[in-house]
């Protein structure tokens, strides 16, 4: 007898299962259209794909998860589902507040945004000498308008700088100013950083040390695949990048990452 999709992918899915919880970050950045009149590049995401993918989630088997759900994972792998999902959005586009929340809230997935707090009510001016189009970055009042809706909001530095590039002082600066702005803006104990660009800087091991001084429990990367819990260092966690040609159902249902890594 032939095998739906879905149960095609929940059997693969849980294939050479590992009794550590399984965890899949996915990172993404803009949601619908270019603003101006500029052309869609590959950090676009329309709407129509991103709620296939919310649907494909939705009926995979895969659990979407919470920040606070996804802290204590890192403490207790335990209480964590088998296959767990942790949505992320980097550099805090108001399109993920008009066209990317809309859908979250229609499926009830909480969410997790990425904001560097030096550029909130601004644009991507980090994209300026780019051919990324630039747009226009939440406010204070949007951002808390996302956190009312799920949405968990959290630090990607202060300038959107490159870690690797700056030095100790400025790179102290970038993660202790970008985590009290949003502590006092939204009241909201912000522990999570993404790392611009991908960007963990060039003496790991210290920048390490400067986010637990910091005050951080977890850095994201941009790039890897889904994860086993425990993990082995929780300031470099791989996410997976979301573009438009990006086939979740492959990458989740492929036993070498569903299952083994
Ligand atoms: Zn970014």
Redesign the pocket.
């Known amino acids: 007898m032939a095998l739906k999709k879905k149960e095609i992918a929940l059997a693969r899915g849980t294939e050479g299962v590992d009794p550590k919880a399984r965890v899949a970050v996915l990172a993404y950045h803009k949601v619908g259209r270019p603003s101006a009149s500029a052309s869609v590049t590959w950090y676009y995401i329309s709407e129509e794909i991103f709620e296939r993918q919310l649907h494909w989630i939705a009926e995979s088997g895969w659990e979407v998860i919470d920040a606070a759900r996804f802290l204590q994972g890192l403490d207790d792998p335990g209480s964590l589902p088998d296959r767990s999902v942790l949505l992320t959005f980097?550099?805090g586009y108001q399109s993920i507040l008009h066209c990317a929340l809309p859908y979250l809230n229609s499926f009830g997935f909480p969410a997790i945004i990425f904001v560097?707090t030096g550029l909130v009510g601004d644009v991507s001016r980090f994209d300026e000498k780019t051919r990324e189009p630039m747009e226009p970055i939440c406010s204070w009042d949007e951002l808390r308008e996302l956190q009312r809706g799920g949405v968990s909001v959290e630090s990607?530095g202060v300038s959107?700088c490159h870690f690797s590039e700056v030095d100790r002082a400025r790179l102290v600066f970038e993660l202790e100013s970008s985590r009290r702005a949003i502590i006092k803006e939204l009241g909201a104990n912000s522990v999570m950083l993404a790392f611009?660009?991908g960007d963990a800087g060039s003496g790991y091991p210290e920048t390490g040390r400067a986010l637990v001084e910091a005050g951080y429990r977890c850095a994201f990367l941009y790039g890897g695949g889904a994860q086993s819990f425990p993990i082995s260092d929780p300031y470099r966690i791989a996410r997976i990048p979301m573009g438009p040609d990006i086939e979740l159902e492959q990458i989740l249902t492929s036993p070498s990452v569903a299952g083994k890594v």
């Open positions: 980097d550099d560097p990607h959107h611009p660009y």
